[in-house]
């Protein structure tokens, strides 16, 4: 479904004409890709364009004399969700995030609909102010019509340790038979849940809450006196409820009901997927239930469909890592690798790496993946999913593709030897080979694939490039402050063997002044807490990249099976943005603070 209602013509007048964004033969190009590809013509045209989606909206706004609003769940006043009726405005696509005097704001997917205006305004009595906003987020604001997710949304901000208890209906309060507790819980305050709602509808409230706080996992872990659910978001578990021990078997079973796991098996460990769709928000959920003293302890991984449509401009690269990238995927054969912990954004990384291959080329290559399991689907693209228990694994998946005639193939994970001298070969005959390696940074991914039995002369003729990368807290901007670097803090940065020469790419970039004592220039920034980050001080997250770019230097050193700390040297010495010189950039630019990058890129 198109998120916004704009006629082709008035589309290519503005973006051809007015802004001079694409040319015609550009335009004419996504109008092709989007009717094979069955896709909207404006997301076309801004993959196409080599724009954020969010930018062409802005510019669409800005035509139509609307504002714009790519809206998040804090951006919502729950007195003015109250001002038009929840089946009204999920029926309409709209919503209503902020009341101020005779005015109210409003979210639409179309703010040139007159009509839907008037009758808003005839329904509230009130002068509606139209904003532009993508569904998706209209959809995903319209789930705080619930009640009890906005009780638990106040609720997890509670910063006090006094317990307060009252009744909570299922569908608002004033319903006697179920029962929360509030309390501290460093900041994020938990809930204990009564006995009075049915398994089907605490499954629903738990997702529900993990998509408007845009959580990443859920994690269920049952105890002798609880079960406690616990939200990883922005890369931080929060403990957030508290269900009785009565309330574990049916939420169990329910889960495993979903996910297509054997429900009378405790014994073992289980895997499964499900889609849920919470009132038009879709959302795919990949499951695990492993057993524990207590019981199954149950695990979801949020898969927001967002993340499948990522681009690589979305990612935070900085404008030179981005050149060396896209520089890279243009090849037609080698093997570009992305390392990092779980949870880093690998896999969106990658899918973004394909989308844009399949741009540049015009959707003139067979793009083939093997994965466990499939994360996104994705358009035009083969995606092979394991069967280990019959013998279909990373092996012989990939020898079974070499004969599928592929261009470029995209294996989410090098797990043995047998998968990496399969992916080398394949890159060896005029194959770009895609993959992720667990390793601590971008140059310990040589000795790696050395020790995994690569011969040095393959692993030179073939390695291009390798993306180490990780995510931290970005700085809420509601509430963002600067403040300068103390002493302490200085010193510390000092005493790091590689000050000097991050410090010197740093003023190269243009991020530090060319004075005497940089730092003392310097200004960082912090999140004091504010309502849209709920008292954290971050909202979102942020990539932190490095990138080694393997030349005729490098493939020397790989042919000499140099140790990895000598090859770090070389890469650094060579202009290479270590991964910490790029998290110390995004501090002094106000995206993120010192404190996360060292946490995260150490």
């Known amino acids: 479904m198109s998120n916004v209602l704009v006629a082709e013509e008035e589309l290519k007048a503005l973006l051809v004409g007015e802004l001079g964004l694409v040319d015609e033969a550009e335009f004419e190009r996504a109008r092709l890709m989007a009717t094979r590809l069955k896709m909207p013509l404006e997301r076309a045209v801004a993959e196409r364009g080599r724009f954020p989606f969010a930018f062409l909206l802005e510019q669409l706004a800005q035509a139509w004399g609307v504002g714009f609003i790519d809206l998040k769940v804090s951006d919502v006043h729950l007195e003015a969700l109250k001002t038009i009726r929840d089946e009204y405005a999920k029926s309409h696509v709209v919503v209503p995030f902020e009341q101020a005097g005779r005015q109210l704001k409003v979210a639409m997917v179309n703010p040139r609909d007159r009509v839907l205006i008037k009758d808003m305004e005839q ?3 009130l002068e509606v102010v139209p904003f532009l906003a993508p569904e998706g987020t209209i ?12 009780e638990l949304l106040e609720r997890s901000t509670v910063q006090a340790s006094t317990e307060v208890k009252r009744p909570l209906a299922a569908g608002g309060p ?31 409230q738990l997702l529900e809450y993990a998509v408007v706080t845009r959580a990443s996992d859920i994690h269920l872990e049952p105890y002798e006196a609880e079960m406690v659910i616990r939200y990883r978001i922005d890369g931080v578990l929060h403990e957030v409820l508290s269900l009785p021990p009565t309330a574990q078997a049916p939420v169990t079973a329910r889960i495993k009901i979903l996910s297509a796991m054997r429900i009378d098996e405790h014994r073992i460990a289980q895997d499964g997927r499900f889609e849920a769709d919470l009132s038009g928000f879709k959302i795919d959920l990949r499951v695990s239930a492993v057993p524990t003293q207590w019981g199954e302890k149950i695990v979801m991984r949020v898969l927001s469909r967002e993340a499948a449509s990522a681009d690589l401009d979305d990612l935070g690269l900085a404008a030179s890592d981005h050149e060396i990238l896209l520089r890279n995927l243009m090849r037609p054969h080698g093997m570009i690798l992305v390392t990092g912990p779980t949870g880093a954004g690998k896999s969106t990384s990658l899918y973004a790496m394909l989308r844009r291959i399949s741009v540049e080329r015009q959707s003139g290559v067979n793009i083939s993946t093997v994965e466990d399991p499939i994360e996104y689907t994705m358009p035009r693209v083969n995606q092979i999913p394991l069967n280990v228990a019959a013998g279909f694994d990373f092996a012989s998946a990939l020898r079974a593709l070499l004969r599928q005639d592929p261009d470029v193939i995209m294996v989410g994970e090098i797990r043995d030897r047998e998968t990496v001298e399969i992916g080398v070969r394949a890159a060896l005959v005029g194959r770009l080979f895609l993959s992720t390696l667990h390793t601590n940074d971008a140059t310990a991914a040589v000795p790696r694939l050395l020790d995994m039995g690569v011969e040095p ?6 390695l291009v490039l390798v993306v180490a990368q990780r995510l931290a807290r970005r700085i809420c901007v509601g509430c963002r402050e600067s403040e300068s670097l103390d ?12 000050y000097e020469h991050t410090i010197e790419l740093l003023r190269q970039q243009g991020v530090l002044g060319a004075g005497p004592d940089p730092l003392a220039e ?11 980050c709920r008292g954290g001080g971050f909202r979102g997250r942020v990539g932190i990249f490095e990138l080694f770019e393997i030349n005729d230097q490098m493939r020397q050193r790989i042919m000499e099976r140099q140790d990895g700390g000598s090859i770090r040297a070389a890469a650094a010495a060579a202009g290479m943005r270590t991964m910490f010189g790029d998290g110390l950039a995004k501090v002094f630019l106000g995206e993120t603070t010192l404190a996360e990058v060292y946490r995260v890129a150490m």
């Open 123 to 125: 329904m509230t009595r």
């Open 139 to 150: 959809r995903r604001a319209q789930l705080l019509y619930k009640g009890n997710l906005r």
């Open 174 to 204: 004033g319903q006697p038979g179920k029962q929360w507790t509030a309390g501290t819980g460093g900041g994020t305050g938990r809930s204990q849940w009564g006995a009075g709602t049915d398994a089907s509808e605490m499954v629903t």
């Open 457 to 462: 002369f393959l692993l030179a003729s073939t």
């Open 487 to 498: 002493e302490a803090t200085m010193k510390l940065l000092r005493a790091r063997p590689d």
């Open 522 to 532: 310097a200004r960082t920034f912090r999140g004091k807490g504010c309502e849209q």
